[in-house]
């Protein structure tokens, strides 16, 4: 039975996923502390008024807080924007320069020309509308 456990703890994936947590945990506070230090005070300086938890009103008895809702939707926009524009854009501008020289794949798939679905590049008849289609020259 432990000897089962070892195989599935030290399998290569349950180690990376391990990692991945732990990562994503440290950058998730670093970022809460860019957005909560940094972009709040910036839109505080600019507009004038950082915090709108005190904003709500009263129905029949009851108080709407939702001054606490807008604080939760400007720190889900902020942390959103943080992470798209210093994290996703430029791990996407690497990516892009390292595939900058590379040739392009082979196409595994070619479009019909009736139906215009994606067929093998081997095909000679259309699993979706069953026309014939010409072999395609390698």
Do not use: H, W
Request: net charge positive; aromatic share 12%.
């Amino acid at each position: 039975m432990l000897a089962g456990f070892k195989k599935f703890l030290f399998r290569g994936n349950v180690i990376d996923l391990a990692v991945a947590v732990v990562i994503g945990a440290a950058f998730g506070a670093v970022v809460t502390s860019f957005v909560s230090n940094i972009l709040t005070p910036l839109i505080a300086a600019i507009f004038g008024k950082p915090d709108f938890s005190a904003l709500s009103f009263t129905v029949n008895g009851s108080t709407i807080a939702y001054g606490a809702f807008l604080n939760a939707l400007i720190a889900f926009a902020l942390v959103a924007l943080a992470v798209y524009f210093f994290v996703v854009a430029p791990v996407n501008a690497f990516q892009a320069r390292l595939k900058r020289g590379e040739a392009p794949s082979d196409p595994a798939t070619r479009k019909c020309p009736e139906c215009l679905s994606e067929i093998p590049i081997q095909a000679r008849r259309c699993a979706f509308c069953a026309s014939a289609l010409a072999a395609k020259a390698s």
